[in-house]
C-alpha cells in the first residue's frame, strides 16, 4: 500500500528516498512525532506521494520534490512544510470520528487522545506548481474539495484551525490560502514539469519565472515555527537543539536572511540534475 509505511514514527528521519510507482509514496500512520521528512523525491505514485492520517504533531516536511498528481492527503494537524515543491494537488479533511495518541517530546508514553478538526500547519518557502487549463478544473471553489483536492493552499480554507504561512510562491493556476498575506502569485503559465531519466541521472526540467526572486522569505527554525496546538510542543531536533532549516535538496546552505524558495536555493534556470537517483 506505500513504499514507506511507519505507525509511531517518533523523532525519526526520513531522508534521501526516491519513492515512485507504487500506491501510496509515504504514509504516516498515527503518532508522526519529532518525525522529519526531508530530501526525499516523489514521482508517478498512483494515490498519493505523502499519506498524513490521524497525526497531531509537530512534524517537518522540508525540501521535498513532490511530483505525482496527488502530493499531499492530509487527515493531520500540527505539521510544518517548508522548502518544498509541489506540482500536484493536495486534499485536506478532517477526522472528527477518531481519537488518537500524542505524547511528551521525544517518548513514545501517551500523554492524551484528541480528534483531528484540521489546519494548524504552517506552509513556509514552499513552490506551488497547478496543471492550468481545462485539464485543472476549476483553481479555486467556495466548496470543501475534500479529497478532492486542488492546488494550493486555499484547500485549507474549510479547516477549523489557521495556517501559518509565509515566502510561499504560486504559478500556474495554483491558490493561496485565504488568509495569506505578502502573497507571491507568478505567470498563469510555465513551462510543463518534466522530470526524464538520462543516463544514470534523473533531470528535473522546471523553468521558474522572475516572481521566485520576490518572495518573501526567512529562515525556518525553531522560534519562527511556535508549538504544535495538540501536543503544545515546539518543532525541534530529536536531542531537544534548536531545528534550523538552512540547508537545501542537495545539502547547499541556504541564506540565512533571505533563503530560496522552494528545495533549491540556487536553482539553475531551466534544468535540474538530480545525481544517483
Given amino acids: 500500500m506505500a513504499g514507506i509505511k511507519f505507525h509511531a514514527a517518533i523523532d525519526t528521519l526520513i531522508r534521501g528516498n526516491h519513492i515512485y510507482r507504487t500506491c501510496r509514496g509515504l504514509w504516516l500512520d498515527w503518532m508522526a512525532q519529532g518525525t522529519r521528512v526531508s530530501g526525499n523525491l516523489f514521482h508517478e505514485n498512483a494515490s498519493d506521494d ?105 484547500v485549507y480554507d474549510f479547516r477549523e484551525f489557521p495556517l501559518r504561512t509565509g515566502g510561499n510562491v504560486f504559478y500556474n493556476g495554483a491558490q493561496p490560502y485565504g488568509l495569506e498575506t505578502g502573497v507571491t502569485v507568478g505567470a498563469a503559465e510555465i513551462p510543463e514539469v518534466k522530470l526524464s531519466a538520462e543516463g544514470d541521472n534523473l533531470v528535473l526540467r522546471l523553468t521558474l519565472g522572475p516572481e521566485f526572486k520576490l518572495a518573501r522569505t526567512t529562515l525556518v527554525t525553531t522560534a519562527k515555527l511556535g ?33 530560496g524558495a522552494g528545495p533549491f536555493e540556487k536553482p539553475a534556470p531551466d534544468s535540474l540534475l538530480l545525481k544517483g537517483w
Fill in 50 to 154: 505523502l499519506f498524513l492520517e490521524v497525526d497531531h504533531g509537530p512534524f517537518v516536511v522540508d525540501n521535498n520534490l513532490f511530483l505525482s498528481a496527488m502530493n499531499v492527503r492530509d487527515m493531520s494537524e500540527g505539521g510544518t512544510f517548508a522548502h518544498n515543491l509541489f506540482t500536484g494537488k493536495i486534499a485536506s479533511r478532517p477526522e472528527p470520528n477518531r481519537q488518537t495518541p500524542y505524547h511528551p517530546a521525544h517518548s513514545t508514553r501517551v500523554a492524551g487522545l484528541a480528534s483531528i478538526k484540521g489546519g494548524d500547519h504552517r506552509f513556509l518557502n514552499n513552490v506551488f506548481v497547478g496543471w492550468g487549463g481545462a485539464v485543472a478544473g476549476p483553481a479555486k471553489s467556495s466548496k470543501d474539495p475534500a479529497w478532492g483536492g486542488g492546488f494550493g493552499l486555499w
Fill in 227 to 259: 508549538k504544535a496546538r495538540v501536543p503544545g510542543l515546539a518543532y525541534e531536533n530529536p536531542d531537544g537543539s534548536v531545528l534550523k532549516i538552512d540547508t537545501d535538496f542537495s545539502g547547499k546552505k541556504r541564506n540565512k536572511k533571505s533563503p
